[in-house]
């Protein structure tokens, strides 16, 4: 065991850390200034700002580090990238925009696409100047995405999609969408699906808001009316889009940056409980509490710990095992406790909202803590991750579900 | 950056593997919850044989130089067979607390017999308040002449029914630091005024109440200097609580590949029952028990390997996650057997009977996470 990086890590860390230095002066000052807004600001504002942002990381080479070279990309090691997330986490900045496009749609492109489609896409991916969204689950398909029915009909050299989509975080703003649509309705539920790029801007695709817990309005329902989809726009077989969707899923190998994340907000908790007061006791003197407090400290060290024994799979080649799997789960789970004990350390402040003349720290938890819970449903449920845990990790039969 | 077993570290952990499950079946196991000494001596010559009482004490101590964490691979293995026996004791409470503070006579007279097996040794620390503080030390020991004469009564001690020395925690001075006047003392266990009864506990294991009735000990038998004893005891505490979670580790993980076996041969309402999410979902919260148990356990032991000053800390951290996994491992273990994993017959009991042991052995819980508060500076 050595927790010691390498010369050339450590040159690239402080590479990041520099450029971190100079430009994190130009950050917004309601990017940390919770009385004015925060990260949460809605919507429009934050979007341009995140674009803005994404800039300056692009410029400098900082956007799609993983990415080969050839892509774009810097081709940037297993543990160059583990330390670009951590100085980014370190510093509380925020991290490229276009997410999806980067992470996801792109990867995808790389593994599956031709070579006209990774010329065509990649570059306007990693720049943001298309910025992606996903369309997979459906009214009637969510963990059981493989039903879903958004139906396409080969109509020689296109598509005709019609169909309706939903949950589309930024399909709004969105200039495209990975989609997955049934081609053969009369195969079995996963090999009738067909994996394609939507240009979002096409006739017949309509976009309608739905306005989420937290009351802003992120993610939409998608409407597909008629949508002729090009084939060039299919991304591999027709009929194995469900395998290009699970497959590469990367198994989330970075639980170092998530600790980072976590202990920047277990930070803020206990600096806020010491302020916060209980029969005119900080709240850091209440034994109970601070049990509470420890056993949060001992979580985000089990996180730690547990993603560094994954990374250190991952750098032997060894396959994700259980400890990977874990990780997911766990990571999210801390994350909707710590969200939801702030606010349980608040008393009956912790109803109050950003605006109101009470609210403790200006409401800037409520926010995290109404939008922690998305986090339990989003890209797997906590039982679909158990599920996945329980198969894959620890080789029980497939459920029937 | 790597954290992970290394190769030599892999190869123990297999040998060791191996070795106990041919040599300590739980058929032994059993006999040994009965058994007068409470373990088998052939079994721990076999195991000094193969260096294992030797594996963390120096080449010139009839040691083999291995890191605590290579020992914490082994414990792992050793818990997950349930060895029963002094060796935690013998080994990590004592031998490593002479080889710390003991002087040069005294490691070259101690650590030879602990490290080939031929001595046996007990920490005698605990007393009827149950307490990890030095306030609970309340045993006595009195200058006399050349000798200390020790009063007292000590409890739960661990194998103080085979033990062939003492490491005596006690009260030489009483002054308002009550950390200050704690002494340490190797007493034989063979001394006039020693007396032994045997505790019936839940996991059988041999725990005794050790009472010390004007016990004469020379002082070359002192261990560290008059009334600093307590900064070494808090050394040995946080070791003493790592080796445990080790140990608790290895149990948990037993438990874990029980269950999943189970799940997937038992079969109700026509399917294996680890089909059902219910069971799925049990298994992958013990999973995410073990793993971070094995996370925060193979880091603490690496920070003692490394004398790194986080140490302390990651010890806390370890027992408090530990003693909560190996228990809610144990309750999860035998609700997914049902009937069988209730009854006498089955494994399953001594892993809950052992987890329900090793909570509470070096601090429970909710005593590390006030310690994981205080070293934090909550």
Redesign the interface.
Known sequence: ?????SAQ?EAFRKEVRDWLDIHVKELPTWWRNPDVAGPEIDSQEYHDFSLLWHKKLYDAGFVGIAWPKEYGGRGATI?EQ?VYNEEMAKARVPGPSNGLGIGWAGPTIMGYGTEEQKKRFLPKILSAEEWWCQGFSEPGAGSDLASLQTRAVDMGDHYVVNGQKVWTTGGHRADWAILLVRTDPSAPKHRGLTYLLLDMHSPGVTVRPLRQITGHAEFNETFLDNVKIPKSMQIGETNRGWYIAVGPLAFERSALASSIGRENTLKDM?AE?RKLKKNGRPL?ED?VV??R???F??EI??LK??G??S???Q??GQKPG??T??VN??NTELGLRLADYMIELEGPYGQLMRGSKYAINHGSWQYSFLSSRGTAIASGTL?I???V???R????????? | MDFGLSEDQVMLKTAAREFLEKECPKKLVRQMMDDERGYSPDLWKKMADLGWQALVFPEQYGGIGSTFLDLAVLLEEMGRALVPGPFLSAVVHCGRTILAAGTEEQKQRFLPGIASGETLMALAFTEAGGGLEAPGVATAAKAAGADFVINGTKLFVPCANVADYFLCVARTGDSADKEAGITLFLVDAKSPGVSVTVLKTMTGEKQGEVVFKDVRVPTGNMLGELHRGWPVLRRTLDEAAIAECAWMTGGARWVLDASISYAKERIQFGVPIGSFQAIQHKCANMSVDVEGATSITYYAAWAVSENDPGLTLAASMAKAWCSEAYKKTAFEGIQIHGGIGYTWDHDMHLYLKRAKASEVAFGDADYHRERVARLAEI
């Open positions: 065991m050595d927790f010691a990086y890590e543990l583990t206990i409980a850091t034994p601070r049990q407090l420890a056993q400290l001992i060290d089990v710990y547990t560094l024994r990374l250190t799979g750098l032997r259980p400890e799997l874990v789960l766990f039982e991750k158990r599920n845990i329980a198969e990790g620890l080789g029980l039969p497939r459920s029937t579900r």
